[in-house]
């Protein structure tokens, strides 16, 4: 079992942590306070259980942004075939810089990876020089992304 996997299960996913994360997944910048009110716990309470589950790796607090709108001229998304085991591909992409998501599937492709490049030219080095040269990558067919129509994170919890 990883790291990230027993840490995960080691922090209790209650009714409460549950309208913890969604009050933040509506606004990552609400209040402790007003988390606490909406909760029914003492904001040192609610500061506790977001450490928790940050610590756990259950949840991250972040901006997210369109990394077109900050300069970054390509963003893509590559589905690449591998032959033998996927981790040590997966690891190896998610060491990358410039690979921002990585996720093992069933189907077409064996692993997709979102990536984000100042232009075409970087990007062609990213996918043709690094990503092709990773033992054990078959294939790769690269989406690039035209323009962001809806990105979101606030999709609650189970």
């Known amino acids: 079992m990883s790291e990230r996997t027993s840490s995960r299960s080691s922090v209790g996913l209650d009714d409460v942590s549950k309208q913890i994360i969604e009050q933040l997944q509506q606004d990552g910048r609400r209040s402790y306070a007003a988390i606490g009110k909406a909760v029914g716990l003492s904001e040192a309470a609610v500061r506790q259980r977001v450490q928790r589950l940050t610590e756990a790796g259950i949840m991250q607090i972040v901006a997210v942004t369109d990394p077109l709108q900050l300069g ?4 893509a998304m590559v589905g690449i075939r591998v032959d033998g085991p996927l981790e040590p591909v997966a690891d190896a992409l998610a060491a990358m810089d410039e690979v921002d998501y990585v996720v093992m599937t069933a189907g077409t492709y064996d692993v997709l990876c979102e990536v984000v490049s100042t232009g075409d030219e970087e990007l062609l080095d990213l996918v043709s020089t690094r990503i092709r ?5 078959r294939t790769t067919e690269t989406f690039v992304y035209l323009r962001l129509a809806k990105q979101t994170y606030s999709w609650g919890v189970r």
């Open 72 to 75: 970054f001229g390509r963003q």
């Open 133 to 137: 040269a990773i033992p054990g990558v």
